[in-house]
């Protein structure tokens, strides 16, 4: 069996930093069996054989009270990893520490890195290894900082010299009457245990007395509450004695024990030096300045995930379902398969199912790498302590604003930022709320009916969908704080401003690519499937004789079919045909699929699809990857863009934008789709006026319901099956309430 | 009947950690409260005697944000009055 050394730490130690430096690209990122908690493993040559390195969640304790916790606790106590390297922050000494010595009672070989010395050093701290070794029992302490070479070099000589496994001869020390139940508690758990299953009988009485009865999992009932029943007199006991709770006793010993530590060996200045983080702060959590500062941050990561990411975007669209799925056409047709069932499967079920889900592509990466800056520099913290104040008032925190802003690019990404929540309810209600922002695959639903049956008025609309989408949450957020979070206290929101921080490229990058690949691993083989699915349902004729498999009218295919039955659902809301549904069908698919499908469905003539025969394969290669540069140009002028598009956000200012390349005039004759859109609507509503109010009710359905496969899998992937559904059934249920209202109020005020 | 009444005087006329000013400093007495809530508290070190300033508000008013062990934390106004302190 190889060695396992596990690393532990506080958040923002630099942790990542260690364990990328220690085990280079050999790396694996998964998840903790049944959590959401990211787990990262990887290989370190150490000596002469490869050691399993194994990066725990950083944690400030190590009670039960948060998923990370339980992970870090459950791996040392139960894996028990050959020795653990505890990451601390040198320029906060006091508060790592406490972890350590919680490291300590577990009775595990330990190592000491001592990480961001030179920011303890600019801060005038000065730290004496050799003393901290000899106060914390002679355990090896490595100075680390900045994951500089010899500092990991020294980390790997010690993790080598650990193999034989000494763990630190040192226990925590408590007070005379604490000493003596614990000796009293730690005996009745080693008479209940054999001591394979608790090798600690000190840890365990500790953590009795501490009130944390997670660690009697293992036991069997009535063992569980004898020794509860023990603690608990015990506790009284000490209460009695004391005046104090024996949680405060221990944790204030524990910060005794380490005021002796950093007596010894921690030398501070007399006065505290103010640092470029300090002043940093000054200006952005400032009282007038902090909340402009906030707006403008969050209005750029929009910029970046909605018009930076979109030329790429454009791009892999139009590679997928243009170039690549001519190429298979003609590969089909050249070994005479061409206009077969195998074709279309081939095109519209593989092609552009994964075409579905490499779009996302563009839009992750930028999010993702947004969200890496704002966590590594320590942006986000401040973030969440501008803007708690407004969120709490919709029953969520400081850290949930972001993801909303995020939703109104795309909801996929938006769930992704909830990530950076550590309250699964906060995180769960965030994913749930930011659903309803009008992302930009619904806008083009809004544009499409807006001209329809607006004209000039169009505008209205669209605003109109985008405001009644914020209500939306609004409301939600609301209702839910009072009914079914009612009485729930609100998640400890105690937050941690860590110093500013320059982020490392490496890491920024490294977790942007996990973090994508995690998405088109997980989400997107559903999101594959679903659309293989919609495609067999269209090619599949409802009776024999409709037509041919994969020649068949939309109306006489089961899709067709499907969409008949749910019409009559939509009658009240004005919209009761099969048209309308079956465009909802593939609107699951991607909002903006709704458009394609109503022109499809809508249009007199099917579309004769372009023939160019004169166009070669690698000419059409050679376009592609010129089709590529120029996406690429266009992300970097975006990129820029961002500059005078903000300054244009004061009143009165107009800077010129930069363009690179003359824009394309594509002018598609929409009228026919206008119209057969007006017809098709009046008739459903009874009359013109009356299809109008449908067409709003249609696009308030549209921006309610369940937002698409992409954001259920996302959402099923983060939060498991059950949310999903109660995410599906709740924006199905409320979409259609909204529509009919809309729909049956709109008729009684305007006809 | 009167202890109760004379405990209640005394939390009365305590001063908490939410009534510092700006740049005041002052010495955690006791955390009171209960559950995860305060664990956290004492873990992120808000023990006896630790000296803690209190640095500012945040522009909406709450949370606040208090140095302590050489670090930043942020308390929302509801958990700072959980802290008792003295001047």
């Known amino acids: ?121 600019s801060r005038g701290i000065a730290i004496d290894v050799t003393r901290l070794s000899e106060q914390l029992g002679g355990i090896p302490v490595i100075e680390t900082s900045g994951g500089r070479v010899e ?34 508690l730690s005996e009745a758990t080693a008479q209940r245990l054999p001591a394979e299953v608790a090798p600690q009988p000190r840890w365990l009485a500790t953590k009795l007395l501490e009130d944390d009865p997670a660690v009697l999992d293992a036991l069997s009932e009535a063992d569980r509450r004898a020794l509860l029943d023990a603690a608990r007199a015990v506790r009284k006991r000490i209460e009695a004695e004391t005046g104090e709770d024996t949680e ?111 779009v996302f592509v563009p839009v992750l990466f930028f999010l993702f790498t947004a969200l890496a800056l704002l966590e590594d520099s320590g942006y986000m913290a401040r973030a969440a302590f501008v803007m708690d104040r407004v969120m709490r008032w919709m029953g969520l925190q400081g850290k949930s604003f972001l993801p ?27 994913a749930f709320l930011a659903t309803f922002m009008s992302c930009g695959a619904r806008l083009p639903v809004y544009v499409v009916f807006g001209a329809a049956f607006f004209g000039a008025q169009s505008g209205h609309l669209i605003f109109a969908m985008y405001v009644l989408g914020i209500v939306v949450a609004l409301a939600t957020g609301l209702v839910l704080k009072h009914t079914v979070y009612r009485g729930q206290p609100p998640a400890p929101f105690v937050m941690e401003l860590p110093p500013y921080r320059m982020p490392r490229l490496q890491n920024v990058l490294r977790q942007t690519w996990e973090h994508t690949e995690g998405f088109l691993v997980k989400a997107g083989t559903v999101i594959f499937g679903v659309s293989a ?65 109503i022109s499809q469905i809508y249009a007199v003539e099917a579309l004769d699809e372009p023939a160019a025969p004169d166009v070669t394969v690698p000419q059409e290669a050679g376009e592609a990857a010129l089709g ?18 903000t300054a244009n956000l004061i009143p009165g200012l107009s800077a010129p934008e930069l363009q690179f390349f003359a824009e394309a005039t594509a002018q598609e004759d ?66 259609w309430v909204a529509a009919v209202t809309v729909f049956q109020a709109g008729r009684l005020v305007f006809l | 009947m009167n202890i109760t009444l004379g405990a209640q005087q005394q939390t009365l006329t305590s001063k908490t950690l939410d009534q510092l000013a700006a740049g005041q400093m002052a010495t955690i007495r006791r955390v009171s409260g209960e559950g995860p809530l305060r664990r956290r508290m004492l873990e992120m070190g808000i023990t006896r005697g630790t000296t803690i300033e209190m640095i500012r508000r945040s522009p909406f008013g709450d949370p606040i944000e208090y140095r302590l062990r050489g670090y930043h934390l942020s308390l929302r106004r509801s958990e700072a009055r959980l802290i008792e302190i003295e001047l």
Request: proline share 5%.
């Open chain 1, 151 to 184: 500092g990991v070099e020294a980390l790997r000589t010690a993790i080598a010299g650990l193999a034989e496994g000494r763990h630190p001869s040192l226990h925590i020390p408590y007070s005379p009457e604490i000493e003596r139940e614990l000796a009293v």
């Open chain 1, 628 to 645: 590529l540069l120029q996406a690429l140009a266009l992300t970097i002028q975006e990129a820029i863009n961002i500059v005078p598009r």
């Open chain 1, 533 to 597: 699915v919609l495609w067999l349902l269209m090619a599949t004729p409802i009776r024999p004789g409709a037509g041919a498999f994969n020649d068949v009218p939309p109306h006489d295919s089961i899709f067709g079919a499907v969409s008949d039955a749910i019409a009559p659902v939509f009658a009240p809301a004005g919209f009761g045909t099969w048209q309308a549904s079956g465009s909802l069908v593939t609107g699951f698919i991607a909002k903006e699929v709704i458009v394609g499908t």
């Open chain 1, 1 to 121: 069996m190889p060695l396992t050394i596990a690393l532990a730490g506080n958040p923002n130690v630099g942790k990542s930093t260690i364990f990328n430096a220690l085990t280079g690209a050999r790396q694996h990122t998964g998840n903790w069996p049944g959590k959401t908690v990211e787990k990262k493993e990887g290989l370190a040559r150490i000596g002469e054989q490869d050691v399993l390195i194994v990066d725990l969640p950083g944690t400030y304790s190590l009670t039960a009270y948060s998923i990370e916790e339980i992970i870090t606790r459950d791996f040392i106590v139960r894996d028990r990893p050959s020795a653990v390297v505890a990451v601390i922050d040198a320029s906060n000494i006091e508060r790592n520490l406490y972890l350590v010595a919680q490291i300590i009672e577990l009775e595990i070989p330990l190592i000491l890195a001592l990480n961001m010395t030179d920011l303890a050093a």
């Open chain 1, 404 to 430: 909303m802003i995020v939703g109104f690019g795309c909801t996929v990404p938006a769930v992704y930022a909830t990530r950076t929540l550590s309250s699964p309810r906060e995180r769960r209600l965030t």
């Open chain 1, 248 to 358: 405060t006793l221990i944790a204030d010993q524990r910060y005794q024990f380490i005021g002796m530590v950093t007596a010894q060996a921690v030398h501070r200045p007399s006065q505290v030096v103010v640092t470029l983080s300090d002043r940093i702060d000054q200006v952005v959590t400032h009282r007038l300045w902090g909340v402009p500062i906030f707006l403008l941050v969050m209005w750029i990561v929009f910029q970046f995930t909605a018009n930076v990411s979109a030329p790429l975007l454009a791009w892999v669209d139009a590679f997928m379902n243009q170039t690549l799925y001519g190429w298979a056409g003609r590969l089909m047709g050249a070994v005479g398969l061409g206009g077969t069932w195998p074709e279309a499967l081939l095109r519209d079920g593989v092609i552009a199912g994964v075409g579905g889900v490499l």
């Open chain 1, 670 to 735: 929409a009228s026919r789709v206008q119209a057969a859109l007006l017809g098709s609507f009046s008739e459903s509503a009874g009359s013109p006026e009356a299809g109008r109010v449908a067409a709003v009710a249609f696009n308030v359905f549209v921006l309610l319901y369940v937002p698409c496969m992409a954001a259920v899998s996302t959402m099923r992937q983060e939060f498991g099956w059950r949310w999903m559904w109660a995410q599906v059934a709740y924006t199905l249920g409320l979409a």
